[in-house]
């Protein structure tokens, strides 16, 4: 899998938009961008993936660059229940070569 | 989403001891599973791939014969903590991939084990 490049932290007040920056400047053709999120003492919850285009949910969106080598997450208004650990993940879905690497994440403070 | 279910929690056990962790995807079969350990304040490590019907896949430094997996059905995975020991004291957490849309991974709620 390829490596990916997070700010250890960041901090964003209540109700602005947070903009989560990731670098996976090797990315292969075949990989994805996921993002996930673990809140404390729990298992990580799946946000949102990406190949090539912008994608968006009903939690976040995701913007990846035209040369795919970085990618940001959008949480477009924070909650205070949005502060977690968020990890920018690269993988490919093929079968035998699917399993998730984490990194250190980015731990994304929200302020009142 | 997809639902991934652990049980138990938490448990506490004595040193010595074994105790087993299930991982069951509710909503939908899962061919492939995985087995994270977490310390605090650390990032998840990967421990082993857990395949259905077939031996699992253990990463690099993972004693395969203390960290026994199973992953009888499609369903349901389960790893074993033989001779249970204080240092295994951990934050144990499963995952399953739901084929279709990117082969989606999603996490169980997790596992504390405090060996005693």
């Known amino acids: 899998d390829a490596k990916t490049t997070q700010p250890p932290s960041m901090d964003c007040a209540e109700g602005r938009a947070a903009n989560l920056p990731c670098n996976h400047s090797?990315?292969?053709?075949?990989?994805?961008v996921y993002w996930y999120r673990q809140i404390h003492s729990q298992g990580p919850q799946y946000i949102i993936h990406g190949l090539k285009n912008n994608e968006t949910n009903e939690m976040a969106s995701l913007i990846i660059t035209e040369d795919r080598k970085s990618s940001t997450l959008i949480l477009p208004h924070a909650t205070l229940r949005d502060t977690a650990v968020y990890y920018c993940?690269?993988?490919?879905?093929?079968?035998?070569?699917?399993?998730?690497?984490f990194g250190q994440g980015t731990r994304l403070t929200i302020n009142p | 989403g997809a639902v991934v279910s652990q049980h138990p929690s938490w448990v506490i056990c004595k040193s010595g001891t074994s105790v087993k962790i299930e991982c069951r995807s509710l909503d939908f079969q899962a061919t492939t599973m995985f087995w994270y350990r977490q310390f605090p304040k650390q990032s998840l490590m990967l421990m082993a791939t857990?395949?259905?019907?077939?031996?699992?896949?253990?990463e690099q430094g993972v004693e395969k014969d203390k960290f026994l997996i199973n992953h009888a059905s499609l369903t349901l995975s389960t790893l074993t903590v033989t001779s249970a020991h204080p240092e295994d004291s951990s934050f144990y957490i499963c995952?399953?991939?739901?084929?279709?849309?990117?082969?989606?991974?999603?996490f169980g709620e997790g596992s504390w084990l405090t060996v005693v």
């Open positions: 995952s399953a991939v739901k084929t279709g849309s990117g082969n989606t991974i999603y």
């Open positions: 993940i690269v993988r490919s879905p093929v079968q035998g070569a699917q399993k998730l690497v």
């Open positions: 090797t990315i292969s053709g075949n990989e994805y």
């Open positions: 857990s395949n259905e019907g077939s031996k699992a896949t253990y």
